[in-house]
């Protein structure tokens, strides 16, 4: 009989033996199941393997129809090489229990103990704190990890259960604090480090979800996907968080007919994409505007479709040094490619041809400059750059000719693109 990845739970307290490590991955789920937050949570799954065990620290789905519990099961059982637990958050309702079990319960190994309470709806259930009193009056239990899906009262974020709720949980563990050597926490879409009441509180979010900014302090730009490990070192209880890798979770990529067949329907999903906007231009030019709206609609249902299955083979560089590998394609198309092309249809008296490709190098040459400057990330300072919708024609900052340089076209009609302040 095939043994299953993922633990549903049925005793309040289960003996793991000589465990020495767990992962921890946070939020998998919350912001919907598609396939790019899947392939981070796949990636997470990959690298939380190297422990012995698996903790997802809530919302492993976007809402609790069985329909999602059973896409992410099966995802998790395909991909995971160790045992898998869940912990209940706000947005795991409905048939949670079917796939995951108690929702409060502790694991006990032999050196630690971790306890995984429900907070799901902003307080702690009874049940949970009578097992954390439990627990941790236990001889065996030296040290443990209480973990919960809202953070508890800290120094970075307001998103927390209230200073009530927290004091409840204090009560619990008053008698036996020395044993509490982590507090460990989802639900914020990012990840940081406090301490509250004496003990280190690790949030971690970072593990599907879109990252988002927290604070000032703790921004979406500096965090990237991530996971958790604790390990025992000297028989204490350590973590360290680790970045995924940007180009994470290369299983399907590895297969020749897979990654020959992707590439195919990325190039169709484009093509519809394409042919969807040119057909919703024609239709705004003749006043057809609810048919234009529809197919401005199709045409972005397209997009992302080719945005999940290219991300499934996607490698891309980590963010902050990703612009500069933008830049050798750039140059390339407007020295060299294009330049050809152009040469070959003037030699073989091709004049559209000739004007499509000379138009797109001019282009290309300010893609490459301002790629170049925005290369420097922190300091790019160009917010407004307006695109020729004649001829794509790219021209930046705010003094622009009265007319495209390429093709002709009036200031009046081009598309201007102004970052948020």
């Known amino acids: 009989m095939k043994k299953m990845k993922i633990q549903k739970v049925t005793e309040p307290i289960t003996y793991i033996g000589d465990v020495r490590s767990f992962g921890v991955i946070g939020d998998p789920g919350c912001d919907g199941l598609g396939t790019q937050n899947m392939k981070v949570y796949a990636g997470a799954l990959e690298q939380t393997a190297k422990d012995e065990l698996t903790l997802v620290v809530g919302d492993l789905v976007p809402e609790g129809t069985k329909k999602y519990y059973e896409d992410i099961c099966t995802l998790t059982e395909v991909v995971a090489e160790n045992h898998v637990y869940g912990l209940r958050g706000n947005h795991d309702t409905g048939a949670y229990t079917e796939c995951f079990g108690l929702h409060n319960y502790a694991l006990v190994a032999k050196r630690f103990a971790l306890i995984v309470i429900d907070n799901a709806k902003r307080c702690f259930e009874e049940e949970g704190l009578r097992l954390v009193e439990q627990v941790l009056a236990m001889n065996e239990v030296e040290q443990a990890v209480i973990a919960f899906h809202i953070p508890l009262p800290n120094h970075f974020i307001q998103n927390a259960v209230s200073e009530e709720e927290f004091d409840r949980l204090k009560a619990a563990y008053s008698a036996e604090k020395s044993k509490v050597k982590y507090l460990l926490c989802g639900h914020v879409h990012s990840w940081f480090v ?172 300010v893609h490459a400059e301002l790629l170049k400057e925005a290369a420097d990330i922190e300091d790019f300072q160009t917010d407004t750059v307006y695109v020729c919708p004649i001829c794509g024609f790219v021209m930046a900052g705010e003094d622009v000719p009265d007319r495209c340089a390429v093709c002709g076209a009036p200031k009046k009609q081009y598309l201007v693109f102004k970052a948020e302040e």
């Open 194 to 365: 406090d301490e509250v009441d004496g003990i280190t509180m690790i949030c971690t979010g970072g593990g599907g979800a879109m990252i988002e900014d927290v604070s000032e302090h703790i921004r979406a730009c500096d965090i990237n996907h991530h996971v958790v490990h604790f390990y025992l070192e000297k028989d204490a209880l350590c973590y360290r968080v680790c970045d995924l890798a940007e180009d994470c979770y290369p299983r399907e990529r590895k297969s020749p007919v897979l990654k020959s067949r992707l590439e195919e329907t990325i190039t169709g999903e484009l093509m519809a994409h394409f042919k969807y906007l040119l057909f919703a231009d024609r239709a705004k030019r003749r006043g057809f505007d609810r048919v234009a709206n529809l197919f401005e609609a199709l045409a972005d249902s397209e997009y992302r479709h080719a945005k999940n299955f290219y991300s499934v083979l996607e490698r891309p560089a980590a963010f902050m040094e990703a612009i500069e590998g933008f830049i050798p394609t750039e140059q390339f198309e407007y020295k060299t490619m294009y330049k050809m092309m152009a040469d070959y249809a003037r030699q073989t008296r091709n004049p559209l041809t000739v004007q499509a490709y000379t138009g797109a190098a001019a282009a290309e040459k």
